[in-house]
Nanobody, 124 residues
Framework: QVSLVESGGGLVQAGGSLRLSCAAS????????MGWFRQAPGKEREFVAR????????FYANSVKGRFTITRDKAKNTVFLQMNSLKPEDTAVYYC?????????????????WGQGTQVTVSS
């Protein structure tokens, strides 16, 4: 019983930055980790980054490591994805997700709750 709402998507030029937000409500106390996934047309949904709720332990996909930063505001039940040095290949619908069970939390099948997604388009 966790609701997730993403925001912050939009159109940016290559090399630019964008900050996504994911506001969680409901049984947030039971969340182990929150993550970001993305899906481009014709591609499978792929893991981007995740952060454990209590400890703030982060994990990133190699494709975004060094460019993206996931953070959380526990008081506001919000997770952010700061995206810098954006590339056209970052273009996708970005989804935030929450997982209840402890684990690596890098596979979409591990996650229990999903937001509706927000479009990120990076132009060249």
């Amino acid at each position: 019983q966790v609701s997730l709402v993403e925001s912050g998507g939009g159109l940016v030029q290559a090399g630019g930055s964008l900050r996504l937000s994911c506001a969680a409500s409901g049984r947030t106390f039971s969340v182990y980790a929150m993550g970001w996934f993305r899906q481009a047309p014709g591609k499978e949904r792929e893991f981007v980054a995740r952060i454990t709720w209590s400890g703030g332990n982060t994990f990133y996909a190699n494709s975004v490591k060094g460019r993206f930063t996931i953070t959380r505001d526990k008081a506001k039940n919000t997770v952010f994805l700061q995206m810098n040095s954006l590339k056209p290949e970052d273009t996708a619908v970005y989804y935030c997700a929450a997982v209840l069970r402890a684990g690596l939390s890098i596979r979409e099948r591990e996650y229990d709750y999903w937001g509706q997604g927000t479009q990120v388009t990076v132009s060249s």
